[in-house]
């Protein structure tokens, strides 16, 4: 072996070295599941793992009506809702179907994947938990309306969501069992974030409401000037979220205060913010993608696409991917906005991307789930077209551990020089 011959100073200084070296290696290509809509409960739309910078089809999965539905990944399958009315589970690598649950009308709602459980909302009035292995029901839970684009967040074995009915509901993840509900003052499309015990959600009163996640109890509501049906991102002690007033707005999570909005040209209505690196990245449908500063709001840059932009970004190692009504999905420059490359679909996307193991997941109103990645054995279909311009510089996130490493590597070194130095004998 290497470390033959070599004193132990030595030999946990060289093998630091190489877990070092090797962690620059296999790092960029880690990657975490995209579990649940906008990736987390914070609905932060941060991902990690490599960049798509080509829009190549890997595969295309078809179903009978619109997929709305944003997907979610785990453990290698890819779930998702269409308007067929049915949850589908695919295999992620090949599209394959695996398994398909009917409910009883459209799914507009995202599901969230949690210890083997799959949860979502249907036009029904139902939420339902499927076994995400076979797809067998384990319970379902009736609202009094439909749950129209409302996605779960599962968070401490418990399932939050919003219904047309009105409200917010938290059950037990288990067995569906109601723990709290809170009325708003009309239908709840909005998805709950969840972060330090608090739930955030928007209404179609037009406010932002903080609830407390054990009891239901309100801890404050902010009035916007139309209906809240964009999702919030809270992020280091921030709400962000869109309102159909056509502003994006930061409030405090602690307080509702607000911090600062910004006005785009049409409302914000659909689309849920994305906060990474200081910056906060939505759509609006004045046909526009904008990156704000997270702490004042001012424009960084915006991205002009060819219709309005419902979908919600999903922002990977430097890049920004989100859908357009002009039916495309696009990859842009998250410093600058530059386009990446975009690939069109048969219709609208209103569908936001999900990107695990560098790979893209996005459905469409053309009735189709596209997976987008580096290497493909499958070429894009004659009726798909796609355009792709030449690739801004990316910036490269720096993994932790790597920077970890380098420390400990450094350190260990030194100490293996003292030690010698220490041990020579003077002449």
């Known amino acids: 072996m290497v470390f033959l011959g070599m004193d132990k100073f030595h030999a946990v200084a060289v093998a630091v070295c190489i877990i070092f070296l090797s962690s620059l290696v296999l790092i960029p290509f880690a990657s975490a599941d995209w579990v649940m809509f906008h990736s987390d409960p914070t609905h932060s739309g941060a ?30 399958v890819l779930y998702f809702g269409s308007d067929d009315g049915n949850v589908y589970a695919l295999n992620a690598a090949n599209g394959d179907k695996l398994w398909n649950y009917t409910t ?15 949860y979502i909302g249907s036009e ?76 955030y959600i928007g209404s179609d009163d037009g ?62 209505g659909y689309s849920s913010p994305a906060v990474v690196n200081n910056v906060v990245y939505v759509g609006s449908t004045d046909d526009n993608v904008y990156a704000l500063n997270a702490a004042n709001g001012a424009k960084i840059w915006s991205y002009t696409t060819g219709d309005e932009v419902e979908s919600s970004p999903a922002v990977v190692n430097g890049v920004v991917y989100i859908g357009s009504n002009d039916w495309n999905i696009y990859a842009l420059n998250a410093v600058n906005g530059a386009k990446i490359w975009s690939y069109t679909t048969g ?34 279909s004659s009726s798909s077209t796609s355009t792709a311009s030449p690739s801004p510089t990316i910036p490269e996130t720096t993994p932790l551990f790597a920077i970890a490493s380098l420390i400990v590597a450094t350190s ?16």
């Open 47 to 76: 991902g990690t793992g490599s960049s798509v910078l080509t829009p190549t089809l890997l595969w295309k999965y078809s179903t009978k009506y619109f997929v709305e539905s944003s997907p979610a990944i785990a453990n290698g």
């Open 104 to 118: 009883g009308t459209e799914i507009a709602s995202s599901p969230a994947v949690v210890n083997g459980v799959v």
């Open 124 to 199: 029904d009035d139902n939420v339902y938990a499927l076994n995400a292995a076979n797809g067998a029901k384990i319970w379902s839970y009736a609202t009094g309306d439909e749950i129209g684009y409302s996605s779960p967040v599962v968070v401490n074995g418990v399932v939050y969501i919003g219904s047309w009915d009105d409200n917010v509901y938290a059950l037990n993840a288990a067995n569906g069992a109601l723990i709290w509900s809170y009325t708003t003052g009309d239908q709840v499309s909005s998805s709950p974030a969840v972060v330090n015990n608090v739930v």
């Open 207 to 268: 406010n932002v409401y903080s609830l407390n996640a054990a009891n239901g109890a309100l801890i404050w509501s902010y009035t916007t000037g139309d209906e809240v049906e964009s999702s919030p991102a809270v992020v280091d002690g921030v709400v962000y979220v869109g309102s159909f007033d056509g502003n994006v707005y930061a409030l405090n999570a602690a307080n509702g205060a607000e911090i600062w909005n910004y006005t785009t040209g049409n409302d914000v």
């Open 347 to 380: 219709n609208w996307v209103v569908s936001s991307p999900a990107v695990v193991n560098g790979v893209v997941y996005v459905g469409s109103d053309d009735g189709k789930v596209y997976a987008f990645g580096a290497l493909s054995t499958t070429s894009p």
């Open 412 to 427: 260990l070194i030194a100490i293996v020089i003292k030690k010698k130095t220490q041990n020579v004998k003077p002449t």
